[in-house]
């Protein structure tokens, strides 16, 4: 607790007009004292229990104002006075010492609950009172009980009357000032939202918690009474109790940072990040004494920030982890296509050169072996493309590094013309309705025509001889449609919704299997989406099948 | 007829290769990797260039930018041959003035060189 909270808390309270008035006919019953009889002679014994009374008073007083909450006690501690003022008459008679309780009254009132100034005018009032019946009078005692000495009584009282009104009321001024600003200290403190603490600086108190309010009592989950007098690194995280004993030691420097983050630990014993800041309380010569701080509770706001970084990092982390899967595979797919296509390259190459009659002219026979082996090796490079077009279609990589423009209809009619050979080995007719009418997509123009390759390859592999394909292309504002239809085998409709599946090849009609890897129409399938485009199928078994790709135009 | 460097780290392609341009009858020198196959071209500058992408010591391309750093050699036909997927990029990035993917045949091949002799 600061100087001045500690200060505050010792004044009397001030219950009301009832202690003053109570003080104040006291003091005038103590001016008509010369009044009370007096036969009692003078005695020693009277005089000390006059004083012990005064004494008594005194204490009662001290004692009062140490108490919490207020009390009646000092309210009462002035009637005391009376028992006072009737032993010193019994035991001096007519002499002014029947003032003195007069003049020390005020004296000790003030010199327990007032201020030095008070003191002082308290006295000035005494000497007052002392010395302005000895000038009316001449003399240091009182005369005989008369109307005259009564009279002379009265003026006393009536001058002493307002010096007292004036101290007790300049008393009671800055009592109620205090008490307005501790009541408002104290609603600041207790009601605080955020947690609040006066932090002892110097002898026992040091870097311990002097006083703290309910929102610190609910942030650590103790109560005041355990957290009060506790040395603050106890409540510190062990990570920070060493940075919070440095803070102290420079707290009061000028240039030391007024906020600081630091984490305390809970009752449960979990950790509370905090944000503190505070405030130097200085004594009367300028030296500090307590710390005042406002420690507000950022755990949530730390957390948040914590997972934030968290979900960024390991976001990072599993974007790192795909790119590098994605380098891996882009690498295993350069590698595994120049290694199978090396081989590949030399026996096709010996082959064509054997059939060329490039090392001596061929039979027959020999030329039919090595026209096997050609076919064979086409078969195998054919292969090997839709391995690694698979390989490629997956990498995310591949997907987003093209983003360019394929006119359908040139996309369209460079396929028909890839296959068309091929269709014209079996005597298959291509007929193409190409309603495109300069249809633009957003995608890379070799991809989509290897999804047209492959479905025309299908159905050129699926449809006997002398069959005929269509393929029909149309758009709308935002879309366009091709479909490449044949009148070949059909897909049974169990199979119909796996043949996009990787690998997976439908039995032809007669139980047997065409070849091929089983990798065509899920190649079709990736590259399509992966536009933002749909393929559909529809087909009867021994009727023919029509597969329809839809693809999103390029917006311009 | 011409003079012909085949770099290659295959034995057996850069012996068809070889094969096949004899039988044109061009003169063909063969080397294994990329730094003993840009010596070569340095010590002896052929009429056409083949040359393979992926090789030991030196790369196709890097073989193609030591080359148009010098002057001697800036202007020979470079033929690269690769089993790299082919997109807009290669060409450029290969530094060749022609890309022939693998697997190629020997009778295209010879009709390249023939059509880069013809420049």
């Known amino acids: ?255 030391a940072p007024r906020r600081i983050q630091k984490r305390y630990i809970h009752r449960s014993g979990r950790t509370i990040w905090a944000s503190v800041s505070y405030s130097i309380v200085r004594d009367d010569d300028g030296e500090p004494t307590h710390l005042v701080s406002q420690i507000e509770d950022v755990t949530a706001r730390h957390e948040s920030d914590r997972a934030l970084l968290d979900a960024v990092e390991t976001d990072l982390a599993v974007t790192e982890r795909m790119n590098r899967i994605d380098k891996m595979r882009a690498d295993m797919a350069s590698t595994v296509s120049h290694e199978l296509r090396t081989p590949l390259t030399s026996a096709a190459g010996y082959v064509e050169l054997l059939l060329e009659g490039d090392a001596g002219q061929l039979n027959s026979e020999q030329k039919m072996m090595l026209d096997t082996v050609s076919r064979s090796l086409t078969r195998l490079d054919g292969i090997v493309d839709d391995v690694l077009s698979m390989a490629n279609e997956e990498s995310p990589v591949a997907a987003s590094s093209e983003a360019s423009c394929a006119n359908l209809s040139e996309v369209l009619h460079a396929a028909t013309d890839t296959v068309a050979l091929q269709a014209a080995a079996h005597g298959l007719d291509i007929v193409v309705h190409d309603g495109l009418d300069g249809a633009e997509a957003a995608a890379d123009p070799g991809r989509l025509e290897r999804v047209l390759v492959n479905l025309l390859t299908n159905a050129v592999k699926f449809t006997a001889d002398d069959g005929t394909i269509t393929v029909s292309a149309g758009r709308n504002a935002d879309s366009a449609t091709v479909s490449v239809t044949d009148n070949g085998i059909g897909i049974a409709p169990g199979d119909k919704d796996r043949i996009f599946e990787r690998f997976y090849r439908a039995e032809n009609g007669v139980g047997q299997k065409v070849a091929g890897t089983g990798l065509g129409l899920a190649i079709v399938q990736a590259i399509v989406s992966q536009y933002g485009g749909t393929i559909a199928v529809d087909s009867e078994l021994g009727k023919g099948s029509t597969f329809t790709v839809t693809l999103p135009l390029r917006r311009n | 007829m011409a003079r012909i460097l085949v770099i290659d780290d295959d034995n057996d392609i850069a012996a068809l290769v070889g094969l096949k341009l004899e039988l044109d009858g061009h003169t063909v020198t063969l080397a294994g990797d990329g730094l003993s196959g840009l010596a070569r071209l340095r010590q002896d500058p052929p009429d056409v260039l083949i040359v393979d992408w992926t090789l030991p010591g030196l790369t196709g391309p890097e073989i193609c930018a030591a080359m148009r750093d010098d002057a001697g050699l800036r202007d020979i036909w470079v033929i690269m041959l690769t089993a790299r997927p082919l997109d807009d990029m290669t060409l450029t990035q290969s530094g060749a003035d022609e890309v022939v993917p693998k697997p190629f045949s020997p009778r295209h091949l010879s009709e390249r060189v023939s059509s880069a002799l013809a420049r």
């Open chain 1, 1 to 255: 607790m600061d100087g001045g909270g500690a200060r505050v808390d010792r004044r009397p309270i001030p219950n009301g007009t009832a202690r003053y008035a109570i003080f104040l006919a006291v003091i005038v019953l103590s001016a008509l004292s010369p009044a009370v009889p007096h036969s009692i002679s003078p005695d020693a014994a009277w005089w000390l229990g006059a004083w012990a009374v005064i004494v008594l008073m005194v204490l009662a007083g001290y004692i009062a104002t140490t108490l919490r909450p207020r009390n009646w006690v000092n309210t009462l501690a002035p009637l005391l006075l009376f028992p006072a003022l009737w032993c010193l008459r019994c035991a001096d008679g007519n002499s002014t010492s029947g003032f003195s309780p007069l003049i020390m009254l005020p004296v000790l009132w003030f010199a327990l609950y007032g201020r030095l100034r008070d003191v002082v005018l308290a006295l000035a009032g005494a000497v007052l009172t002392l010395f302005l019946p000895m000038l009316i009078i001449g003399s240091p005692e009182y005369p005989p009980a008369s109307w005259r000495g009564y009279v002379l009584l009265m003026i006393v009282s009536a001058a002493i009357g307002p010096v007292v009104y004036h101290l007790v009321e300049s008393a009671r001024r800055s009592n109620r000032a205090l008490s307005r600003s501790e009541l408002e200290f104290r609603a600041a403190f207790e009601d605080a939202p955020v947690g609040m603490a006066i932090t002892g600086l110097r002898g026992g108190e040091a870097y311990r918690f002097v006083r703290v309010n309910r929102a610190l009592c609910a942030m650590f989950g103790r109560t005041a009474d355990e957290i009060t007098g506790v040395p603050i690194v106890e409540l510190t995280h062990p990570d920070d109790v060493e940075q919070t004993n440095y803070r102290f030691s420079i707290s009061t420097d000028a240039d």
